[in-house]
């Protein structure tokens, strides 16, 4: 492995850990319950090796998957939003800067709907 491709794992793993941590600090300070899924979620994706595919952060109470390399999103990079909406209600999106390729309202996080963005966005180029 090349130290660059080091260097975008190093980079995606570390956004993992804090996104992760973020939830489970607001979890734990007490009412934020619904967002009890969404770190679910990243957990059970970390495990499963997602990790290597894709930074994840946040912006607001929204979890953002990309492929891009630097912190902070540039208008043109594509990425997946979940915005939750209430508990078991979400809002998920596919887009780069006012371009919105897909929009649903699902209420599982394992709804083949967001399986699927997430796997067009895992199959788009790392910048």
Request: zero cysteines.
């Given at each position: 492995m090349n130290s660059?491709?080091?260097e975008i794992l190093n980079r995606f793993e570390k956004s993992w850990t804090e996104t992760y941590d973020r939830y489970e600090m607001l979890i734990n300070n007490g009412g934020f319950d619904k967002w009890i899924?969404?770190?679910d979620l990243i957990a059970e994706m970390k495990e499963n090796g997602e990790w290597k595919y894709f930074?994840?952060?946040t912006s607001m109470f929204t979890l953002i998957f990309s492929r891009s390399v630097e912190f902070?999103?540039?208008t043109d990079?594509?990425?997946?939003?979940?915005?939750?909406?209430?508990?078991?209600?979400?809002?998920i999106t596919m887009r780069?800067?006012?371009?919105?390729y897909r929009e649903y309202r699902i209420t599982d996080l394992?709804?083949?709907k967001l399986k699927k963005l997430l796997?067009?966005?895992?199959?788009?180029?790392?910048d």
């Open positions: 660059r491709t080091e899924p969404i770190r930074r994840i952060g902070r999103l540039r990079q594509k990425h997946v939003k979940i915005e939750t909406l209430d508990f078991n209600e979400y809002e780069d800067g006012d371009n919105l394992k709804d083949e796997n067009t966005l895992k199959n788009t180029l790392v």
